[in-house]
């Protein structure tokens, strides 16, 4: 058994297909059935089913593949580790994110650090909370930044600042400029769906209220902050969002801000990465770089 083997082991896992691990791998489609077929005969054990023109992973596939991830991951942050000394390090950096670190957070600082370091490029990948913070679990990405925290106890998590979350409504959807916490009852609301780190930061906020998330007029719940500010817009009803996603219509007019009275509503963002897995070191560049710039360390 050697790494090459768990490489186009991973590959078939994650492609369930040996043609397009052939095509992901640049190899021969004979040449990853002989490197699965020989790590089956190093384990004594049968690690796909083939069933018609798909496969399925075993049982022993299923307790194989992460830890095949872990080595072979272990083995790439040996290579970048030595490249640390590097004065201008280069690669690929690849992280997920929840929408709004998605887009008011990452590209701000992708921008501020591929300044210092030009060989860097990113690929980011931009889905709810929930989604990204299962997705590190899974070990589908090395490295995700969200604004809810979602526990799992394979998990690390680092606190980041964040942003303000606003209450905000077109027209006389809430005729006062100002409200109490239990005034939200009274008046139609557009929701992130669940799963959303800005629908929990609301839950959580409800809840320290004592108000529960069931009594509110939820008339929409919607899957995308983009579609949010456009039915604010419409006047379907009013909405929590964070300020970022919210400044520029609020100085058109468009839509204005509803105060509440009380604390104000922040939500945090998090870094997350899996316990177990070694980071490359390009990501851990990047995380100290989000520290000191982000948090101000």
Request: glycine share 6%; hydrophobic share 40%; aromatic share 6%.
């Amino acid at each position: 058994m050697d790494i090459r083997q768990l490489k186009v082991f991973c590959s078939v896992y994650k492609n369930r297909s040996f043609s397009k691990a052939s095509q992901d791998l640049l190899l021969s489609q004979p040449t990853i059935s002989d490197h699965i077929k020989a790590l089956e005969e190093a384990l004594d054990s049968k690690l796909f089913d083939r069933l018609g023109r798909s496969i399925a992973p075993t049982g022993e596939a299923l307790e194989l593949y992460p830890r095949a991830i872990e080595l072979i991951e272990k083995l790439e942050a040996i290579k970048s580790d030595i490249k640390e000394r590097r004065e201008q390090p280069d690669g690929q950096l690849m992280l997920g994110a929840s929408t709004t670190p998605g887009t008011c957070l990452v590209p701000r600082a992708a921008a501020g650090f591929t300044a210092l370091y030009p060989g860097i490029f990113f690929r980011l990948a931009i889905n709810q909370s929930r989604a990204i913070t299962n997705m590190v679990m899974e070990h589908e990405l090395p490295l995700g930044i969200v604004s809810a925290r979602m526990e799992r106890k394979s998990l690390s998590f680092t606190p980041l600042a964040g942003e303000e979350v606003l209450l905000a409504c077109a027209g006389d959807i809430i005729p006062e400029d100002s409200i109490t916490p239990e005034d939200l009852m009274r008046f139609p609301l557009i929701v992130r769906e669940e799963g959303s780190g800005t629908r929990k930061t609301v839950e959580n906020y409800l809840q320290d209220n004592e108000m529960p998330f069931g009594k509110l007029r939820v008339v929409a719940t919607l899957s995308s902050s983009h579609a949010m500010v456009e039915a604010l817009k419409a006047g379907l009803g009013a909405g929590f969002l964070p300020r970022p996603l919210l400044t520029q219509e609020l100085e058109k007019g468009t839509l204005r801000e509803v105060n509440i009275e009380g604390p104000r509503i922040h939500q945090r963002f998090y870094i997350i990465n899996h316990r177990k897995k070694t980071l490359p070191w390009i990501s851990r560049l990047f995380i100290e770089y989000l520290k000191n710039t982000v948090n101000g360390a």
